[in-house]
């Protein structure tokens, strides 16, 4: 199952919810499950049949992780160019070296063009379109 919240575009600038995290956000507005429950879908990058407002997420070895960095959840919102990357919706708590985020935002995620690792992971996920798929 597909999680998607048809209004994400007008979440521009609106406050954060929950605790601020990333997963919060997607839990709220999409009624997505703990994350723990959330499995890979189909790579985001340059996937024609994806609307907007569906949840995406970075995964390792097809569940995310969870952990305190270098992980991500957001809406879909439109691809760039082909190969280029695609625009997301999001927020994230501010920590340490994250950068400020005040309140629910658009941002484009470029494609790094950078290899899954062997360990299923990937370089700068958070910051990396080949890293995410959608949440089903």
């Excluded at 790579?43 to 097809?62: M, N």
Aim: hydrophobic share 40%.
């Amino acid at each position: 199952m597909k999680y998607v919240y048809a209004m994400a575009g007008a979440l521009e600038k609106k406050p954060k919810v929950g605790n601020g995290d990333c997963v919060a956000l997607v839990q709220h507005y999409a009624h997505a499950p703990n994350h723990r429950l959330w499995k890979a879908g189909e790579p985001v990058l340059d996937l024609k049949e994806i609307k907007a407002g569906t949840a995406i997420a970075t995964f390792v070895r097809g569940r995310y992780p969870s952990m305190d960095k270098g992980n991500h959840a957001a809406f879909f919102l439109r691809h760039g160019a082909p190969g280029a990357g695609f625009w997301v919706i999001d927020q994230w708590k501010e920590r340490p070296g994250s950068g400020a985020k005040p309140y629910i935002s658009s941002r484009f995620i470029p494609s790094r063009h950078m290899k899954q690792k062997s360990d299923g992971s990937w370089p700068r996920a958070s910051d990396n379109a080949d890293a995410f798929y959608v949440i089903e």
